[in-house]
Structures are given as structure tokens and as C-alpha cells.
């Protein structure tokens, strides 16, 4: 279990984080009416500063998320970034961060609808290291589960109640002994993983889905097209066929919480040769000297935050 920071954001204060709490009724605890981000902070080499990765982003997404929720709030996405500064200030934490905002209908409301219930913005914040192995090959199946479609809940949000599909997938995986799943859209490609965007590479080529597949349109996702497309490999974004999860050389997850997990199997058949790949290896190398504050033409994707 995972124990929370000291300071929360809740109903527009910080507060000791075990203040914040809501009634049983709440709208978004019992229709899953929430939306929320997830941002890591990372520990600088220098030991005193958080290095928080694509902040104003994440704060753009976690806004976006929240208009599929018809949410009416007095915050905009910069305010939100300036929030989540003020509260890693106050925790001061000096080990890696996970930071959740949450953006939910808050009132005591009966009836599954969203327009005219009052929004609530709550933000906490836990230690966390590996969410899945970085550093050795992960064990992944294709789920029975297909990834919930944007015709039934839109896709690229993150929706609170939208998570049960990633938690049955993942518990299915879970109990026949892999570490994740892959989950297919409702045509049958390939979506993505229970909480994080999926690459292959095939002939040298980098290749994931497009954001028209059912997926999260993922940040991390974005950012490694981005430092591969610099380092000249070449890159795919089109349908993945779940037959070429079977014959690709490389394979890995990504996103906040996993970071860059690499794949070694799929469905018990190896991934290449059953090890790191070398691409996955290279875009590990220049997304965690980035994070971890070292030189890095990227370093206009952190937000630097000095622990006082
Ligand atoms: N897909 C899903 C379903 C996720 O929950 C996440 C984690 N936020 C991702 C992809 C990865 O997105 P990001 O890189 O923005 O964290």
C-alpha cells in the first residue's frame, strides 16, 4: 500500500492529507464520474530538486479530460501546474513522485448525468519507484478484454469509472501468471496496455497506434516519438495487427507509472531474442538522463522544483 504525502489540494486549500475525504455519496465514488492525471516527479541527480516531466502538458490533458466531464472549474491548466509546484513544495519530498490530481462531481447527487454537479479538484502525491521492471523483460498476454472503445467511453481521457476495464485486464493477466496485458480495440488491433501505450519495432522501424485506436493519447508516448524521429529512426504511426506482436523485434510499454517497461515475451512466444532491444535500450538512455537531470536537449520538458 502506498502512503500518501503529507499536504493534499482538496475543496481549493491544502490540507494534512488525511483531511481530505469525501462523503459516501459523492457523484464520482459511485458513478465512476472523475477524471485524472498522473505525473512523475523525479529526485534530480542533485539530491535537492524534483524534476517534474511535462508539467503544463499533463495539467493540458488532465483539462481536456475534464471537458468529456462537462466540468466546470476555477482553475485553469496553468493554474493546476502552479498548484502541483506549490504542493511539492510543501511535501518536499526527496525520493521519486507520483502526483494524481483528480478532477470529480462532487456533489451528493443521484443519477447517472454530468451537467450541473458541482466539480471538485483534489491532488495527492505518493513515493513511487518501479510500477512494472525497467530493467528486465515484462511477460505480457493479449487480454480476452477488448480496450473500451471512444463510442462507449471517450478513450483518450482518463475516466475514473473507464479504469475497470484496465483492472480486468490487468487482473486476468495477473492470474495467469504475466505481468500486464495488451488489450485489443473493439476492431480488433492492437490498443494498448492496462495503464500505458505499447511500441514494436519491426525492420528497424519504430511503431505504435495511432491515436484513433482506442488509446489514452499518452504523453510519454508522444515524447519518444519525438526522441526517436531525433535520433533518425525511423517511425510508424498506423493499426497494429496482433499478429505482429508475434514476429516484432522489440517490443516495450510506456507511460508515466511504467516509464519504459520492456517487453520479452508476448502470449508465452519471445520478443526477439527474448532481451533489452537496442532501440528500447537507447530511448530508455535518453528519457531517463533526462528525467534524472543530466544534459539533455529535452530539458524544456521538466519542471524544475527546488526542495527547500
Ligand atoms: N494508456 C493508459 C490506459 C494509461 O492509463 C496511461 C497512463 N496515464 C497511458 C496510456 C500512458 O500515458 P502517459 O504517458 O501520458 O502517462
Not at 493546476?80 to 478532477?103: C, G, S
Not at 473500451?148 to 484496465?166: C, F, H, L, Q, T
Not at 488509446?215 to 495487427?241: M, N
Not at 532481451?275 to 529535452?298: K, M, N
Amino acid at each position: 500500500q502506498s502512503k500518501l504525502l503529507p499536504y493534499a489540494f482538496f475543496e481549493g486549500e491544502f490540507v494534512p492529507a488525511d483531511q481530505a475525504k469525501v462523503s459516501i455519496a459523492t457523484h464520482a465514488l459511485q458513478y465512476g464520474t472523475g477524471v485524472f492525471g498522473g505525473i512523475r516527479g523525479y529526485l534530480d541527480r542533485d539530491g535537492e530538486t524534483i524534476n517534474i516531466f511535462r508539467l503544463p502538458d499533463h495539467a493540458r490533458r488532465l483539462m481536456q479530460s475534464a471537458r468529456f466531464l462537462r466540468a466546470e472549474l476555477p482553475y485553469d491548466a496553468d493554474r493546476v501546474a502552479e498548484i502541483i509546484v506549490e504542493l511539492v513544495k510543501r511535501n518536499a519530498p526527496t525520493f521519486d513522485i507520483y502526483i494524481r490530481p483528480f478532477i470529480y462531481k462532487a456533489d451528493l447527487e443521484l443519477g447517472p448525468k454530468l451537467k450541473g454537479i458541482r466539480d471538485e479538484l483534489a491532488i495527492y502525491m505518493i513515493p513511487l519507484q518501479e510500477y512494472l521492471p525497467i530493467t528486465h523483460p515484462i511477460r505480457l498476454m493479449v487480454s480476452s478484454w477488448r480496450r473500451v472503445e471512444d463510442n462507449i467511453v471517450p478513450s483518450r481521457g482518463k475516466v475514473s469509472g473507464a479504469y475497470i476495464n484496465s483492472a480486468l485486464a490487468r487482473d486476468q493477466a495477473e492470474e495467469c501468471g504475466f505481468d500486464d496485458a495488451i488489450m485489443l480495440n473493439a476492431a480488433g488491433k492492437v490498443a494498448e496496455g492496462s495503464g500505458a501505450n505499447l511500441f514494436i519495432v519491426r525492420g528497424g522501424a519504430l511503431i505504435t497506434t495511432p491515436v484513433t485506436a482506442d488509446i489514452l493519447e499518452g504523453i510519454t508516448r508522444r515524447s519518444l516519438l519525438e526522441f526517436a524521429r531525433d535520433l533518425g529512426i525511423p517511425i510508424e504511426e498506423r493499426e497494429i495487427d496482433r499478429s505482429e506482436l508475434y514476429i516484432c523485434d522489440e517490443a516495450f510499454l510506456c507511460g508515466t507509472g511504467v516509464q519504459i517497461a520492456p517487453i520479452g515475451s508476448i502470449d508465452g512466444r519471445p520478443v526477439g531474442n527474448g532481451q533489452i532491444g537496442p532501440i528500447t535500450a537507447r530511448l530508455q538512455q535518453v528519457f531517463f538522463a533526462l528525467v534524472r537531470g543530466e544534459e539533455s536537449p529535452y530539458q524544456h520538458y521538466l519542471t524544475r522544483v527546488k526542495i527547500e
